[in-house]
């Protein structure tokens, strides 16, 4: 476990911002978001990749801290993207995951210094989710649903169509002992009640964190997967009334229920400052 697992673990609100665009670094770390995810993937044309990868080094080298979204195994540019990262020991999103051994190469090229952060966005992914969790090196998974939905040949808000996808990952995370996931990207920007919605389906289906794709959407997300204030009292009331309490307020209490309630108070203090 390196010294930024704990962070990676209870980030709620995680944000993209474009390898492209390094005069946008200081104010995505400035948007309050708990990690900052430089992206050399998909925000990035591919006359621009080598210049996004040399952004994302000199912001590195300059004692910043972030996520790299390096582009997916296999491709033109994985290999120097991993190169750029791994000596920095910075956390790295590796895209399209879906190979435990690629993964466990990875882990072992970085001689185990870079947390990995699976983003599991196809239908192979999905299925082997379980092994791609338990892979060592492996600090929480991440999911994809944009690219996802495009396999699948749904659209990627629709809430039902992409439900056993996401069940499948917390299941999967939570049999592997990592933290829950993170949730995928609202695209919508202009209407704060489709992310208000997007947050409550992931967080009902266990997901603590979102990828976010503008600063305007952190606080949002931030606040949706802290603990409400009456998640809170609930908390509270359970442990107060002792281990040897067997009802609280009507609802029976036993020991997951107490280990639910010791959970949610953990969740109200946040996540550690951001990367």
């Not at 983003?119 to 492996?138: D, F, K, Q, S």
């Not at 952190?218 to 908390?235: M, N, R, Y």
Request: aromatic share 4%; glycine share 8%; charged share 20%.
């Amino acid at each position: 476990m390196t010294r930024f697992s704990s962070r990676i673990a209870s980030a709620r609100g995680l944000l993209f911002v474009p390898g492209h665009r390094p005069d946008r670094f200081a104010k995505a770390v400035s948007s309050g978001a708990d990690l900052v995810i430089i992206d050399l993937e998909d925000a990035v044309a591919a006359e621009d990749k080598a210049r996004a990868r040399d952004a994302a080094a000199a912001w590195l080298a300059q004692g910043n801290r972030a996520v790299v979204r390096v582009n997916p195994p296999g491709t033109p540019w994985f290999q120097e993207d991993l190169a750029g990262t791994a000596h920095r020991g910075c956390p790295v999103m590796v895209p399209k995951s879906e190979d435990p051994a690629v993964l466990a190469d990875i882990a072992a090229r970085t001689a185990g210094q870079c947390d990995i952060i699976p983003l599991i966005e196809t239908a192979a992914g999905v299925e082997r989710a379980h092994e791609v969790c338990a892979t060592p090196g492996v600090a929480r998974a991440a999911f994809g649903n944009v690219d996802l939905a495009v396999q699948l040949g749904v659209a990627a808000d629709d809430h039902t169509a992409l439900a056993y996808a996401r069940a499948k990952l917390v299941s999967a995370s939570a049999a592997a002992g990592i933290s829950p996931p993170v949730d995928g990207v609202t695209t919508v920007l202009e209407d704060a009640e489709v992310l208000r919605a997007d947050i409550a389906h992931a967080r009902r289906l266990g997901f603590t964190g979102k990828l976010c794709v503008h600063p305007a959407q952190v606080q949002a997300v931030t606040c949706g997967f802290a603990p409400s204030k009456s998640e809170l009292e609930w908390a509270r009331a359970v442990l107060a009334a002792g281990d040897s309490v067997t009802t609280v307020n009507g609802h029976m209490v036993d020991k997951p229920v107490l280990e639910r309630a010791r959970r949610v108070l953990a969740g109200m203090n946040g996540p550690h400052p951001a990367l």
